[in-house]
Each structure stands twice: as structure tokens, then as C-alpha cells.
């Protein structure tokens, strides 16, 4: 296969404004007097209601304006609007609102028109959030748009970690990426499951992806699972199983199916029919 590493892209005259304005937001963000919900929506108010940007709060509260809008005004602010991971029992919600209003500046940036597929920019900008909102964020991290998170403040990040689009990273019982690992597009790795029989019955396992690993296309790695150094998971696959170091595992369940040429000597049995007692 061809080495195709990535093209540098020219400069858009526009990015000293961008420059600027996260140089502004990480300024506000490294203030711990910084009322961050305030910082969310005057951020999303100018972002997509310009001219109600300086007269907000009355805005809402105008009933001659259509219902619509002054709901679409309203959630601008975090404190307007409820995430799923609040309704969860095992949300510390002291950690949570600390973080929330830096989450929903982040999906909604992602659903604007400077946001979303504008590379640069929200690389940029996820990375200044995520040093905010994870419990710890390496250096380097990059995440493409509509990556979703449970509670984020459950996340442990390594370094030059790089997250693809549309990836979930469910950290309710805690997830950890160690350095160099990729996640594909529409991966999803999660970290809490629920009883087969009592909906109710929820057990948090923290899933560990050690250095080196790629979680590929559309696969899925289930609550608890430890995936070994370099090892991959095919896409489309169901880690259900701890994944050997250098292993690439595909199917579902994920099984291996060979093992990476670069691997020590340590690693290279291929084990395919005990993979389930490798645990
Ligand atoms: C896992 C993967 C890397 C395997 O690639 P490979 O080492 O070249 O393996 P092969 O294509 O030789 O396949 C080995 C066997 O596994 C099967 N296989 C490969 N990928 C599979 C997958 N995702 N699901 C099910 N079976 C798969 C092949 O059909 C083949 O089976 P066979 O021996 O019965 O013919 C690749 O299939 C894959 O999923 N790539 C994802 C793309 C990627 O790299 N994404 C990262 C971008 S950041």
C-alpha cells in the first residue's frame, strides 16, 4: 500500500479571527471565576443569533416573538436545555454541570456552519474543550466532528490521540486511551452495560485501549474490554473480549485473525478458537 501521509493546507485569511478567539476562550476557560454557562451562551448567541447576541435575555422573554424561537434562543444557554447523562443514577452532578456547558458548546459548534466539517478550526477548538472537560487530556488530541460523550469528565486521554467523526465514547464507568491510539469513524466504545433481565441494573466497567491501538470503522467495544498495545479492531467488529497485544481482531464476536508483522516475539501466536479464555 502507498505511504499517503497527510497535505498541509494553505492558511485561510480568516484564521487570525479564529486565532484570536480561542486565544480569548482559553483565557476565560483557565479562569476559575469564569461562568461557563454565561461563556456557552453568549459563545452560541453570537454564533447563530447574532442580532439577539446583546439583548438575549429579554429576547426569551418577549412573547411576541414565535414560541420557536425563543425556545431556539433559550438553548443557547446549558442551563436551558438537558443532556442524557444527567437522567443517569450514577451521575455526580456536581462534576457533570461543571462540564456540561462545555460539552454543549461543543455539539452545537459541531452543528454550525463554522463548526462541523471545518477541519482546522474545530480541531482546534475540541482540543482547548477537552483539556476542560477530561479528567486528563494529552497533548496533541484531535477529534472531527459529532464525537458524543456520556459524561466526559470520565475520560483519561493519551497522548496524539486522534477521534474520527460520529464516534461515541460512552465514559460512564470510565474509559482510558493510552498514547497514539485512533478511533475510526462511527466507532463506539462504551464502558457501562445493563442487565440482561432488569433494564434497571446497570454495571460501569471501565474499558481500557492501551498505546499503539486502532478501533476501526463502525466497531464497537463493549464495557470492560481491554484492548492490548497496537492491537486492532477490525471494522464493523464487537470487541466483547479483551483484545491480545498486536492482535487483529474482526468479527462478531471479534476474534483474532492475525497478527501484526511488527509484533515481538512474545506476541505472535495466533490463538483463534481460545481467544475466549485469553481474558
Ligand atoms: C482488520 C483489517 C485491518 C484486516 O486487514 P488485513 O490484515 O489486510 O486482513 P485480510 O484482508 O487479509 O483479512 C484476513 C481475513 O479476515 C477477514 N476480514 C478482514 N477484515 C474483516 C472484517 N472487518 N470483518 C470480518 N472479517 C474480516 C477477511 O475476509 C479474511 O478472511 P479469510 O482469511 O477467510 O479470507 C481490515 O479488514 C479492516 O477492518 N480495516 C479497517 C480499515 C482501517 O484500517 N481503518 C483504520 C483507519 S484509521
Not at 39 to 50: I, N
Not at 237 to 244: C, M, P, Q, S, Y
Amino acid at each position: 500500500m502507498p505511504m499517503l501521509p497527510l497535505r498541509t493546507v494553505a492558511d485561510s485569511p480568516v484564521r487570525a479571527i479564529a486565532k484570536d478567539w480561542l486565544a480569548e476562550l482559553s483565557d476565560a476557560l483557565d479562569d476559575a471565576h469564569t461562568d461557563r454557562a454565561e461563556l456557552c451562551r453568549r459563545t452560541l448567541a453570537s454564533l447563530y443569533h447574532p442580532e439577539y447576541a446583546s439583548n438575549w435575555d429579554t429576547a426569551v422573554r418577549d412573547d411576541k416573538l414565535p414560541a420557536p424561537t425563543r425556545l431556539g434562543l433559550a438553548a443557547m444557554d446549558p442551563r436551558n436545555i438537558t443532556l442524557e447523562p444527567e437522567y443517569y443514577g450514577d451521575c455526580d452532578d456536581a462534576r457533570f454541570q461543571r462540564v456540561k456547558p462545555l460539552l454543549w458548546l461543543w455539539y452545537s459548534f459541531d452543528r454550525s456552519p463554522a463548526g462541523g466539517q471545518n477541519v482546522w478550526l474545530g480541531v482546534e477548538l475540541r482540543r482547548l474543550l477537552a483539556r476542560h472537560i477530561f479528567k486528563r487530556c494529552g497533548e496533541n488530541f484531535k477529534a472531527f466532528q459529532h464525537v458524543e460523550f456520556s459524561f466526559g469528565y470520565n475520560m483519561d486521554v493519551g497522548d496524539h490521540v486522534v477521534v474520527h467523526r460520529h464516534v461515541l465514547l460512552d465514559d460512564r464507568g470510565g474509559i482510558r486511551l493510552g498514547n497514539n491510539v485512533s478511533i475510526s469513524d462511527y466507532a463506539n466504545i462504551y464502558s457501562h452495560t445493563h442487565s440482561i433481565v432488569e433494564q434497571r441494573d446497570v454495571t460501569n466497567a471501565a474499558t481500557v485501549i492501551e498505546d499503539g491501538v486502532r478501533i476501526t470503522y463502525h466497531a464497537t467495544v463493549l464495557a470492560g474490554v481491554q484492548v492490548h498495545e497496537q492491537g486492532m479492531v477490525g471494522a464493523m467488529a464487537v470487541a466483547t473480549k479483551d483484545v491480545r497485544p498486536y492482535h487483529v481482531y474482526v468479527g462478531i464476536p471479534a476474534k483474532s485473525v492475525r497478527v501484526k508483522p511488527n509484533a515481538p516475539a512474545a506476541h505472535t501466536i495466533l490463538r483463534t478458537s481460545s481467544d475466549r479464555q485469553s481474558k
